[in-house]
Nanobody
Framework: QVRLVESGGGLVQAGGSLRLSCAAS????????MGWYRQAPGKQRELVAA???????NYADSVKGRFTISRDNAKNTVYLHMNSLKPEDTAVYYC???????????????WGQGTQVTVSS
């Protein structure tokens, strides 16, 4: 059974920092691209940051220079370090594990239950 368990969310003032963690089990973690998505009320879920199995990263333009994604394959954990937080960063943050493509003939997507991040002004 695949489980992705997020932690580290909470309430923080604008300009503050948080670190989110996502512990994975039930998958061969090192083979998966890991990502953080967020969804604010009334908005679509959007990609915040992702890190490939090889360590390549990509970020949404809105968080570049403020957020850093990292992974520890020994601990089966992915992190999102969030600095200089803004009220518009308020959302539920979801961890995602992804492997494969439709073109390759297989694709797996797994999601965590989400953790709330609230940034007050």
């Amino acid at each position: 059974q695949v489980r992705l368990v997020e932690s580290g969310g909470g309430l923080v003032q604008a300009g503050g920092s948080l670190r989110l963690s996502c512990a994975a089990s039930g998958i061969i973690f090192r083979f998966y691209t890991m990502g953080w998505y967020r969804q604010a009320p009334g908005k679509q879920r959007e990609l915040v940051a992702a890190i490939s199995s090889g360590g390549s990263t990509n970020y949404a333009d809105s968080v570049k220079g403020r957020f850093t994604i990292s992974r520890d394959n020994a601990k089966n954990t992915v992190y999102l370090h969030m600095n200089s937080l803004k009220p518009e960063d308020t959302a539920v943050y979801y961890c995602n594990a992804h492997r494969g493509t439709i073109m390759a003939g297989y694709e797996y997507h797994y999601w965590g239950q989400g953790t709330q991040v609230t940034v007050s002004s």
